[in-house]
Every structure is written in C-alpha cells, then in structure tokens.
Nanobody
Framework: QVQLVESGGGLVQAGGSLRLSCAAS????????MGWFRQAPGKEREFVAA????????RYADSVKGRFTISRDNAKNTVYLQMNSLKPEDTAVYYC??????????????WGQGTQVTVSS
C-alpha cells in the first residue's frame, strides 16, 4: 500500500521560511516523479513544484519561482519543499504526489493527506 505522509507545515509570519517533507512508502520511490500541490480555501488545487525521478530536472509555478526549492533524497524515500520569503497568499494545504509517468504538473497516481501552511501578515 502506497503512503505519502507530509510534515513540516505550521504557522509562520510573512517573510519566514518552512520546510515541508513528504515520506513515501510502499513504492519504488526512485521510479516516481514527485510533485507538490496546494489548495487554498475556496480555490482549486494548483501545481507548486515538481522533480523528476533522478532529481535532475525541476519545475515551479511562476508564483513560487525564486522562493521555493524542491529536492529529493532517494535513499530516504523523501521529497522536500523549502519555502522561503513566504507570503500570506501562500497559505494553503500542501499536498505531495507521486506519479510513475508524471509530467511535472500532471499524471500523478498517489497523493498524501496534506499539511496546513498558514502565513500571517
């Protein structure tokens, strides 16, 4: 059974930083592209960042470029999202996703339960 468990969310002031982690189990992690998505209240879920299987290629939503960094440790079956210079509009539930045929912002097979990130102004 595939499980993706996010952690690291919380409450932070604008301009602060958080590091999200997503621990994967029940799959051959290195075979999967990994992504981070978020959903704010009253809004649709949106793509944030993605990283290919071997970690050599990444992509970001325009809204987070230069502030967020996605990385992965295949030895630990974990993907990370380092979030710097946080803004109130980054407030959302953040989800990680795994896709064996993922194409950055699409084609994900497995999803975590999400972790809340709240940025106060």
């Amino acid at each position: 059974q595939v499980q993706l468990v996010e952690s690291g969310g919380g409450l932070v002031q604008a301009g602060g930083s958080l590091r999200l982690s997503c621990a994967a189990s029940g799959l051959s992690f290195w075979r999967y592209g990994m992504g981070w998505f978020r959903q704010a209240p009253g809004k649709e879920r949106e793509f944030v960042a993605a990283i290919k299987r071997l970690g050599g290629s990444t992509r970001y939503a325009d809204s987070v470029k230069g502030r967020f960094t996605i990385s992965r440790d295949n030895a630990k079956n974990t993907v990370y999202l380092q979030m710097n210079s946080l803004k109130p509009e980054d407030t959302a539930v953040y989800y990680c996703a795994a896709g064996i045929n993922s194409d950055y912002d699409r084609e994900y097979d497995h999803w975590g339960q999400g972790t809340q990130v709240t940025v106060s102004s």
